[in-house]
């Protein structure tokens, strides 16, 4: 079997240009998260940036500070990790026809 490496630089090509459509699809992608029994629900988008945060009233009212600052962090982290996880599939998604080349991590 050759190796034709014209066929491989254009699937090279053919993946950069999905991948260039991932990232720009991934600002307007959105993830929610959820922590302490949805006391607070976070959304990021695919770029990793917080587009919205929501605390309950009866979060508010409890008046424990420190809770409501770890549910805070719990709910951020989260969405933060399923943005992650979402546009990584979508890379993966772009790159899988390309075949498999030791040395290059894709």
């Known amino acids: 079997m050759k ?3 014209s066929s491989l630089m254009q699937q090279v090509q053919k993946m950069q240009s999905e991948m260039a459509k991932v990232k720009e699809q991934a600002a307007s992608m959105v993830f929610e ?4 029994g949805d006391f607070v629900t976070t959304k990021v988008n695919g770029a990793l940036q917080v587009v919205s945060l ?7 009212a409890l008046g424990d500070k420190t809770m409501l ?3 805070i ?5 989260l969405a933060i990790q399923k ?4 546009v990584s599939e979508e890379i993966q998604r772009a ?6 080349i030791p ?3 894709l």
């Open 73 to 77: 962090i719990a709910s951020v982290n």
């Open 103 to 105: 040395g290059l991590n």
């Open 33 to 36: 998260a959820t922590s302490g």
């Open 54 to 60: 929501n605390i309950d009233e009866k979060a508010l």
């Open 83 to 86: 943005a992650q996880q979402g």
């Open 69 to 71: 600052e770890d549910l």
């Open 3 to 5: 190796f034709d490496i």
């Open 95 to 100: 790159v899988s026809p390309l075949p498999n």
